[in-house]
């Protein structure tokens, strides 16, 4: 399926982390591996998520947030050593879960998008996320713009 259009806006993202590629992420193609690219993904993801905690006033250690799905669309090669940009805001909040979009970017160009959904649990399974947390991902929505298709 082919992610809607106006997720490679990078305006719409309300965090934007800039990422330096490796060289030992090259494979014999000459571009970055795939495995590699949605291990960016990951690392602007923690960024994110640890901003949005603190803002939230969450304790780090006594939340557990579990990643339930992981989904990357490649539209282009990512070059090194051109520094990479990576997009990223809340596409939707459940009662337990929410989803993060990311966007990727280099050369000003958007070369891939992710989507994963968290879950908020413990032992025993999925916990509601709290109010101070769920303000927090609201600030952080995007949205498809009017007449524009859902992600």
Known sequence: MKPPLWRQDRALYPHVFQIQTRYRDEDSLNHINNIALAG??????????????????????????????????YLAEVFHPDMIDIGSGILRIGKASYEIGQAM????RCVGLCVTTFVQA???GARPLSEAYRAVLQKLLITAPAGAEAP
């Not at 901003?51 to 939230?56: G, M, P, R, S, W």
């Open 122 to 124: 413990d032992a025993t």
């Open 105 to 108: 970017f280099q050369q000003g």
């Open 40 to 73: 960016y993904y990951d690392e602007a993801r923690a960024r994110f998520t640890r901003q949005v905690f603190q803002e939230a006033g969450v304790n780090f250690d006594t939340v557990r947030i579990v990643t339930a799905d992981s989904r990357v669309t």
